[in-house]
């Protein structure tokens, strides 16, 4: 029997990740990450998917969440490393 038969991970889209590895891959610190998506810029904030996973809330950027995320900072003036349309 597969625990993870029924994980809810396996619905998201492909090229999905952790917000961790998104921000870890992209250069933002973690910290200005959350900032950016608990309280935003301007009013404006960076959407990402939460899922629950035995039991814990993990944070996860689908590939369209990844490419706002990114314009997001383009709009803002945030300094970050882009990620190549093979990565997303």
Not at 49 to 66: A, D, F, H, M
Not at 68 to 88: C, P, Q, T
Request: aromatic share 6%.
């Amino acid at each position: 029997m597969n625990p993870y038969r029924d994980s809810p991970l396996r619905s998201l889209p492909t090229g999905t990740m952790s917000l961790v590895r998104f921000a870890s891959l992209t250069g933002v610190p973690l910290s200005r990450m959350v900032k950016h998506v608990v309280h935003g810029v301007d009013g404006e904030r960076i959407e990402i998917t939460k899922v629950i996973c035995q039991c814990r809330l993990c944070r996860y950027v689908t590939p369209e969440q990844q490419k706002a995320a990114m314009a997001f900072w383009d709009r803002h003036g945030v300094s970050y490393r882009r990620l190549k349309e093979a990565a997303l």
